[in-house]
Antibody
Framework: QVQLQQWGAGLLKPSETLSLTCAVY????????WSWIRQPPDKGLEWIGE???????NYNPSLKSRVIISGDTSKNQFSLKLSSVTAADTAVYYC????????????WGQGTLVTVSS | QSALTQPPSASGSPGQSVTISCTGT?????????VSWYQQYPGKAPKLMIY???KRPSGVPDRFSGSKSGNTASLTVSGLQAEDEADYYC?????????FGTGTKVTVL
């Protein structure tokens, strides 16, 4: 059974860089797209971006200037960095596996609440 | 990339059916047969319920069905059960991007 386990800092100050990592267990890293999605408190889901096993990335245009998604195939892990955070970046961040890169998010991490506050 | 439009809420009595719409544009919903639907309980991660417009992952009850016409996709939950009370989000492929819907809270009366 595929499981995604994520971790990272939960409290940041404005202008700092958000950093999260997601580890993949019970399944291959190759052949899939690995996504990050976020959900502000009491709001809807927002796709942040993705990376595939060969390192190809796609980003939400509204966040592209601040986002870097990277992968480590040797560790079956992928990571999210979001720079210059503000209170508007406060959200639960999820990692997920996309079966084929066409929005089929079939496995999700447990979610990490990241709060940005001075 | 704008969020797909869903009604904020929908409701039905146990045993009834409820249909949720998801309206996008020809650049997302209307342009590809890659619409997915997710169920989310409070404090939990979303769960994939429908993918590629109308396909169900293993383990999802056949009470859940999906369809699409033009720029609007729909999720129908037949034979509503108390456990179906949750938030539902659509999602669509949009070229190299993905976009989510605004979300619909389904209440079982």
């Amino acid at each position: 059974q595929v499981q995604l386990q994520q971790w990272g800092a939960g409290l940041l100050k404005p202008s700092e860089t958000l950093s999260l990592t997601c580890a993949v267990y019970g399944g291959p890293f190759s052949g899939y797209f690995w996504s990050w999605i976020r959900q502000p408190p009491d709001k809807g889901l927002e796709w942040i971006g993705e990376i595939n096993h060969s390192g190809r990335t796609n980003y939400n245009p509204s966040l592209k200037s601040r986002v870097i998604i990277s992968g480590d195939t040797s560790k079956n892990q992928f990571s999210l960095k979001l720079s210059s955070v503000t209170a508007a970046d406060t959200a639960v961040y999820y990692c997920a596996r996309d079966r084929s890169g066409v929005a089929v998010l079939e496995y999700w991490g447990q979610g990490t609440l990241v709060t940005v506050s001075s | 990339q704008s969020a797909l439009t869903q009604p904020p809420s929908a409701s039905g009595s146990p045993g009834q059916s409820v249909t949720i719409s998801c309206t996008g544009t020809s650049s997302d919903v209307g342009g590809y047969n890659y619409v997915s639907w997710y169920q989310q309980y409070p404090g939990k991660a979303p769960k994939l319920m429908i993918y590629e417009v109308s396909k169900r992952p293993s383990g999802v009850p056949d009470r859940f069905s999906g369809s699409k016409s033009g720029n609007t996709a729909s999720l129908t939950v037949s034979g509503l059960q108390a456990e179906d009370e949750a938030d539902y989000y659509c999602s669509s492929y949009a070229g190299s991007n993905k976009v989510f819907g605004t979300g619909t809270k389904v209440t079982v009366l």
